[in-house]
T-cell receptor
């Protein structure tokens, strides 16, 4: 049973608009959440993270929102740029599992010109 | 060379072959990881090493054998694999293995095909 779920395998967004990628989790013990971005033929690279004591973290065009009661987090990219086309992975960790990362299956984001 | 490197980038092997995947990190990190990524599935953690000691083995079959001779190098020895083992194998490193906010840095992966 997947503890971290990304229910949209792909998402297509017009350049300049907002991209919203969603992630749901089931383990209430998760206390740290991360987003990674992956281009073809490369490994995932860290994008942004959020601790469970916060509900929002912003870094430039990227903002992550955490709704603990709904066990849901989202990544907002605004404005979307062609270079944002990639696969985005959500990951979570918990102190009681030695902070090992539990990953979602990824969402492929396509930015249309 | 910077970051995390992996060799080979692509590997095709028969079920009776023995091969090894190599990972090297140039970041001065103390923890290293092997992940398996099958198509359209989440990354699956296989092994974690901290200061050259294995601290996690997520029920991985014995046909996968990791080796960590020092904190900069990690190997995955492969023997009598099955076609379902075909996947992308990713190596990562992080400053430590137990920190909640430790970012993991990934190599480009080895695309393995078992015939």
């Amino acid at each position: 049973d997947q503890q971290v779920k990304q229910n949209s395998p792909s998402l297509s967004v017009q350049e300049g608009r907002i991209s919203i990628l969603n992630c749901d989790y089931t383990n209430s013990m998760f206390d740290y959440f991360l987003w990674y971005k992956k281009y073809p033929a490369e490994g995932p690279t860290f994008l942004i993270s959020i601790s469970s004591i916060k509900d929002k973290n912003e870094d430039g065009r990227f903002t992550v929102f955490l709704n603990k009661s709904a066990k849901h987090l989202s990544l907002h990219i605004v404005p979307s740029q062609p270079g944002d086309s990639a696969v985005y992975f959500c990951a979570a960790s918990a102190e009681d599992s030695n902070y090992q990362l539990i990953w979602g299956a990824g969402t492929k984001l396509i930015i249309k010109p | 060379e910077t970051g995390v490197t992996q060799t080979p980038r692509h590997l095709v092997m028969g079920m009776t072959n023995k091969k090894s995947l190599k990972c090297e990190q140039h970041l001065g990190h103390n923890a290293m990881y092997w992940y398996k990524q099958s198509a359209k599935k989440p990354l699956e953690l296989m092994f974690v090493y901290s200061l050259e000691e294995r601290v996690e083995n997520n029920s991985v079959p014995s046909r996968f054998s990791p080796e960590c001779p020092n904190s900069s190098h990690l190997f995955l020895h492969l023997h009598t694999l099955q076609p379902e083992d075909s996947a992308l194998y990713l190596c990562a490193s992080s400053p430590s293995s137990g920190g909640g906010e430790d970012t993991q840095y990934f190599g480009p992966g080895t695309r393995l095909t078992v015939l």
